[in-house]
């Protein structure tokens, strides 16, 4: 009996060494950035959409309803952010970003529509903000907002791409093993690029927030 209790106690630290052995991070990256070169003509389709939304409203293709709509949520979080600290502020910005990020891509499960909307409404805001800023501060106050949006952007578009990505697993063969390996190497992707961008993204936006406040 005693033997194989031993024997039992060996073969599970063999197990947890085997395990511990095959996780290569250098391979999961090589794996995240093969998935993610695969969706290039979702990430290119994604950027091309949100920019010539957000060129369309910045020229004056507006809602007022959905400009008031808007400003009140712009006003909540604003809110939000009212007596925060720096590493308060830079949580916040990352919190929120990450959620957003990671529901971009389990949505589109829904056949990549959730994604669709996630593209329209941030191009109508982005292209809505610019223009109210660039109306009292100048056209050259874009140049400051720059840095905000480097590493945030990038990793919306991503998340966008996958989910839209996602989408398309009921056009395959075998579609629910489809939706899994999709889902799999989205989520890879999400831990090994878009979660340091992110990362990134807020705390430069943390910083420049509390800064400049």
Do not use: C
């Not at 391979?27 to 060129?55: G, P």
């Not at 369309?56 to 949520?73: D, I």
Request: zero cysteines; hydrophobic letters at 55%.
């Amino acid at each position: 009996m005693l033997r194989m209790s031993k024997n039992k106690k060996f073969n599970r630290k063999m197990s947890k060494k085997k395990i511990k052995s095959k996780y290569n991070i250098k391979k999961e990256y090589k794996e995240a950035f093969k998935f993610l070169w695969s969706v290039k003509n979702y990430f290119i389709f994604v950027v091309l959409l949100f920019f010539l939304i957000t060129i369309a409203v910045y020229s004056g293709a507006q809602n007022q309803e959905l400009n008031n709509t808007l400003l009140e949520y712009l006003k909540k979080v604003a809110e939000k952010f009212e007596g925060k600290g720096i590493i308060e502020t830079i949580f916040l910005i990352f919190s929120n970003n990450l959620f957003v990020s990671f529901l971009a891509i389990v949505t589109g499960v829904f056949f990549g529509i959730m994604p669709l909307i996630f593209i329209i409404s941030n191009g109508y805001a982005l292209g809505f903000i610019a223009q109210k800023t660039v109306d009292i501060a100048g056209i050259t106050i874009l140049w400051k907002l720059f840095p905000h949006g480097i590493f945030e952007l990038p990793a919306v578009f991503i998340s966008l791409a996958l989910g839209l990505k996602l989408g398309t697993f009921v056009f395959a063969n075998k579609p629910w093993k489809t939706l899994w390996d999709y889902f799999y190497k989205s989520m890879r992707v999400f831990f090994y690029v878009v979660f340091p961008l992110l990362v990134i993204a807020a705390i430069i936006e943390g910083s420049l927030i509390v800064l400049l406040k």
